[in-house]
């Protein structure tokens, strides 16, 4: 049994795939819930003015967007300045800038190609195969 500190509240849970526990869980689906609805029905927000209508805190805004689970579309993240990790580049949502990905995903599928095609090595036959009788002398 797994037992761990949710990240959240602080309480002992028993660990199941995420790293906060059943009730933390609960409530930031019902924030996500809200802000969602918020960004649909006040199109063109900014982060502050969706964090203060919602009562969510602009970090678990910015985790919804890092995480992917926001649309961008019709809500303003340039308060927030969300970057791309790997360049730097300024991006509305997720980790990474699209060249960034392209980049990524190229580079797994040569990885995979490697790993996909066996290495052989040629392996010597020996010469001389040793018996009990060789060694004896006995033919």
Do not use: W
Not at 39 to 56: G, L, M, R, Y
């Amino acid at each position: 049994m797994d037992v761990r500190n949710c990240k959240r509240c602080g309480k002992v849970f028993q660990y199941r795939g995420h790293n906060i526990c059943y009730n933390c869980i609960t409530q930031e689906e019902e924030d996500f819930q809200k802000v969602r609805e918020y960004i649909q029905k006040h199109p063109n927000s900014t982060t502050v003015e969706v964090s203060e209508a919602t009562e969510v805190s602009i970090k678990t805004i910015t985790r919804f967007l890092r995480e992917g689970r926001l649309d961008c579309e019709g809500f303003d993240t340039s308060d927030l300045g969300l970057q791309c990790e790997k360049c730097g580049k300024e991006i509305s949502s997720g980790r990474y800038c699209d060249e960034c990905i392209n980049e990524l995903q190229s580079g797994f599928k040569e990885a995979s190609k490697q790993i996909e095609t066996p290495v052989v090595t040629k392996v010597k036959p020996r010469e001389v195969v040793h018996t009990y009788d060789n060694i004896l002398g006995k033919k």
